[in-house]
Structures are given as structure tokens and as C-alpha cells.
């Protein structure tokens, strides 16, 4: 099992998004979650190139700081909206390792959320998504709400992922612990 934090980046995560708060809370409560219980955590980040709000170079393009990876946690780079493009070698790195069991949160539900839900599936892996730890803004087609809601509670569940509490995921992440490494054991 791992935990797939897709798009947590300055330039997208902040008030307007729907539920912000909530979402915030419940993205933190999982990162600490899988941080204690040994799940690896994988972070993809969007680069829409030179010169736009998600440039590479730019803060924007940074992880929102309250989600920042830590030395040694993966990141993954796209220009596309699924973050299991090939572009990415997510796919290959998750088949290198066996995982099959993803946790995924982050934003924008309706874009670049709903990709990855979806190519995931396609690929055959397992993709969980916790309740309320993906979020968007209103588009001209939905507001925030019902796009969340659209894709959380009709589209995905029971077609391309298995929708959970972040409880059930926590509980999800307990059993499936791992032991972390420690400093040494003192024996030389």
C-alpha cells in the first residue's frame, strides 16, 4: 500500500477549493497516518512549463507546506493530467515494488484526481479514495460542490475505486503497517 498525493502544490491548494478546511485537515491526518505506520508516501506534481502558475521554477510549484514531502519520500513529475501517465514511471515504480493498493488524495477532483483515478484503474491497480481529502473549484460546467460530490459519490465507487472514510483508511493503512527503520539496533 501506498499513499498517492497528487497535486498538493501552491498554485492549486488553497481557500477557493471546496470544503478547504475539511480537505486540509484530512490530507494531514492521512500524511502523519502513513508517516507513523511505514506506508511509503509518493508525491506528483504538475509542471504546466515556463512562464504559467505551475512553472517548475516557480513557488507555486511547490508542495503546499503543510503537506511538504520529507528527504527520501518520491516525487513524481507531470505535464498531463493522470498521474500514471507513462511520462511519470509511477506505474513501473509501484510494479517494481508490488504495490497494488493506492491510497490517492490531492486535487482537482474533476481533472487531474479523476485521470489518475481512472488510468490507475485501467492499470490494474486498487485505488482508495478517502472521503473528503480530494477537493476542486467551480468550473463552468459544475459548482465545487457537485463536481466533489459528482465524481466521489456517482462516478467512482463501484466502477474505478472503492470510496472510504479517512477513518477506514486510517484502519486501511494500520494493517497494513510496516516496520520502520531504526538508526541501528546497537550490535556492531
Same mark, same amino acid.
Given at each position: #500500500?501506498?499513499?498517492?498525493?497528487?497535486?498538493?502544490?501552491?498554485?492549486?491548494? !488553497?481557500?477557493?477549493? /471546496?470544503? /478547504?478546511?475539511?480537505?486540509?485537515?484530512?490530507?494531514?491526518?492521512?500524511?502523519?497516518?502513513?508517516?507513523?505506520?511505514?506506508? $511509503?508516501?509518493?508525491?506528483?506534481?504538475?509542471?504546466?512549463? %515556463?512562464?504559467?502558475?505551475?512553472? +517548475?521554477? *516557480?513557488?507555486? !510549484?511547490?508542495?503546499?507546506?503543510?503537506?511538504? %514531502?520529507? &528527504?527520501?519520500?518520491?516525487?513524481?513529475?507531470?505535464?498531463?493530467?493522470? =498521474?500514471?501517465? &507513462?511520462?511519470?514511471?509511477?506505474?513501473?515504480?509501484?510494479? *517494481? +515494488?508490488? $504495490? *497494488?493498493?493506492?491510497?490517492? @488524495?490531492?486535487?482537482?477532483?474533476?481533472?487531474?484526481?479523476?485521470?489518475?483515478? +481512472?488510468?490507475?484503474?485501467?492499470?490494474? /491497480?486498487?485505488?482508495? @479514495? &478517502?472521503?473528503? =481529502?480530494?477537493?476542486?473549484?467551480?468550473?463552468? !460546467?459544475?459548482?465545487?460542490?457537485?463536481?466533489?460530490?459528482?465524481?466521489?459519490?456517482?462516478?467512482?465507487?463501484?466502477? !474505478?475505486?472503492?470510496?472510504? *472514510?479517512?477513518?477506514?483508511?486510517?484502519? #486501511?493503512?494500520?494493517?497494513?503497517?510496516?516496520?520502520? &527503520?531504526? =538508526?541501528?539496533?546497537?550490535?556492531?
Amino acid at each position: #500500500m501506498i499513499l498517492l498525493v497528487v497535486d498538493t502544490q501552491r498554485g492549486c491548494f !488553497y481557500e477557493k477549493l /471546496f470544503a /478547504f478546511e475539511t480537505v486540509k485537515e484530512n490530507i494531514k491526518k492521512l500524511i502523519a497516518e502513513a508517516r507513523k505506520n511505514g506506508i $511509503e508516501i509518493c508525491y506528483v506534481q504538475h509542471d504546466d512549463g %515556463p512562464g504559467t502558475d505551475l512553472d +517548475k521554477g *516557480s513557488s507555486n !510549484y511547490e508542495v503546499f507546506d503543510e503537506f511538504a %514531502p520529507l &528527504p527520501g519520500e518520491k516525487r513524481f513529475e507531470k505535464n498531463v493530467n493522470s =498521474a500514471f501517465h &507513462p511520462m511519470t514511471g509511477l506505474s513501473e515504480y509501484l510494479r *517494481s +515494488k508490488n $504495490e *497494488s493498493d493506492i491510497i490517492t @488524495i490531492g486535487v482537482s477532483t474533476d481533472y487531474c484526481m479523476d485521470a489518475t483515478v +481512472k488510468c490507475g484503474f485501467e492499470q490494474g /491497480f486498487h485505488i482508495i @479514495i &478517502p472521503a473528503y =481529502a480530494n477537493s476542486t473549484y467551480d468550473n463552468p !460546467y459544475f459548482d465545487k460542490e457537485t463536481a466533489y460530490k459528482y465524481f466521489n459519490e456517482f462516478m467512482w465507487p463501484k466502477r !474505478y475505486a472503492k470510496t472510504v *472514510s479517512v477513518e477506514e483508511a486510517i484502519e #486501511m493503512m494500520k494493517n497494513a503497517a510496516r516496520p520502520i &527503520p531504526s =538508526a541501528g539496533n546497537g550490535m556492531c
